[in-house]
Structure formats: C-alpha cells, structure tokens
C-alpha cells in the first residue's frame, strides 16, 4: 500500500507541475496577441484622435470661409453707400440705399450662421482634446502593458525551465504505463486524474459504481472514471 501511495504522490505532484507548466505556457502563448489587441485599440484611439482633428479643421475653414463672404459682402455694401454719395437722383440714391440695406441683412444671417458654427466649433474641439486625453492616457498604459508582458514573458520562461527540470525528475519516478496513461488522458483532457467526492467523480461529478469508488478508495493503479475516463483516488 505504501508503493501505491507513493506512485500516487508522485502522479500528483507531476500532474501539478503539469498544470504550472500549462499555465506558464497559456501566458507566453497568450502575449503576442495581447499586444496586438493592446496596439489596435491604440491605433483605433489614434484613428478617433485624428477623425476628431480633422473635424475641427473643417469647421475652422467654414468659419473662414464665411468671414471671406462677409467681408466681400460688405465691401460691395460700403461701395454702394460710396455711390450713393455721389448720386443726384432721389430714386437711384433710394435705389442704392436699399441695396445696401439688403446686403446688411445679408451679412446679419451669415453672421448669425457664423456664431452658430462656431458654437459646433467649441463642441468638436472639446471632443477632440476629450479624444487626445483617452490617446494620452492610452500611450501610457499600452506602453506600461508592453513593458509587462516581457518582464511576465521573461519570467514565465525562466520558470519553464526549472520546471521542465523538475517535471523529467518527477517523470522518472512513475511507472512507464501509468505515465503513458497519464500523459494519453491529459492529450484530451487538462485534468488526468482527480479525487472522488464521496461516490462521485472529481472531474465530470457524475456517480460511480461501487467496484470503482472501492478501488479508488484502495488506491488501486489504473483505476479510472467509467463516464469520462480520467484517474481517479481517495
């Protein structure tokens, strides 16, 4: 019995560095992606950041563009009223005058549309400079991020390699069929082998049958779930 419970340790202790080793590897595995993830969601901040610039761009060349039709409008006013000045007759002089009076109104719209734009001109520049503060705020913590995952990468290696040392020393310990066993179970599953709760298994908590849950309480080798087939003890 004494032999049993050591080759049970042992698998276990296998199955536990196993699992370590899993982990570690998940995280390697898992990096590259994580700051391909981390430098799209940068450049789509960017992309947001630009598109908002641009925007203000647009609305300040409208603002332009209605000062350069205010200020042509109303030098074809001043030259009407320059003209008015000179003119003998009553009803040209009116004539003129009203021109110029309808040009002033002109230039009253444009400049009241002009107010208004330059009303949405203050909103896109808010949400621009709320744009490069989300762009700021990104650089850092991408760059932050970037820095961890290759100390966490680093690390996750270095460790790999103890334990692959230490998982070839455990290895060596466990009978050669059993490992195979192991090792088949663990091809489909990350879990080989685990312990009954009271008469049911660990892993897919279904009930066993009274021959299995009594040699897996004797720790018999090679006893297995008969549902979902890994190692099972007490």
């Known amino acids: 019995m004494e032999e049993l419970q050591n080759w049970l340790e042992d698998l276990l202790n296998l199955q536990e560095t196993d699992s370590r080793l899993d982990r570690m590897k998940t995280l390697v595995a898992d990096a590259p992606k994580q700051k391909k993830d981390a430098q799209d969601n940068l450049d789509a901040q960017q992309a947001a950041a630009l598109a908002a610039k641009e925007e203000v761009r647009k609305v300040e060349l409208e603002i332009k563009g209605f000062a350069a039709v205010i200020d042509s409008i109303d030098k074809r006013r001043l030259k009407l009223l320059e003209q008015s000045s000179s003119v003998k007759d009553n009803s040209t002089y009116r004539a003129l005058l009203h021109e110029a009076d309808s040009l002033q109104e002109q230039?009253?719209?444009?400049?009241?549309?002009?107010?208004?734009?330059?009303?949405?001109?203050?909103?896109k520049k808010a949400e621009f400079l709320?744009?490069?503060g989300k762009l700021e705020e990104a650089i850092g913590r991408v760059e932050q991020m970037m820095t961890d995952l290759d100390v966490r990468v680093k690390n996750c290696q270095a460790q790999m390699s103890t334990l692959e040392e230490k998982r070839s020393k455990e290895a060596s310990l466990i009978d050669d069929e059993i490992l195979s066993r192991y090792e088949r179970i663990r091809v489909k599953k990350s879990t080989a082998i685990v312990e009954l709760n009271e008469d049911k298994c660990g892993n897919c908590h279904l009930?066993?049958?009274?021959q299995e849950v009594k040699l897996a309480k004797n720790r018999v080798a090679h006893t297995s779930c008969g549902n979902c087939g890994v190692l099972i003890y007490r």
């Open 107 to 123: 230039i009253s719209d444009k400049e009241t549309e002009e107010l208004e734009v330059m009303e949405i001109l203050d909103a």
């Open 130 to 132: 709320g744009c490069k």
């Open 207 to 210: 009930k066993l049958t009274t």
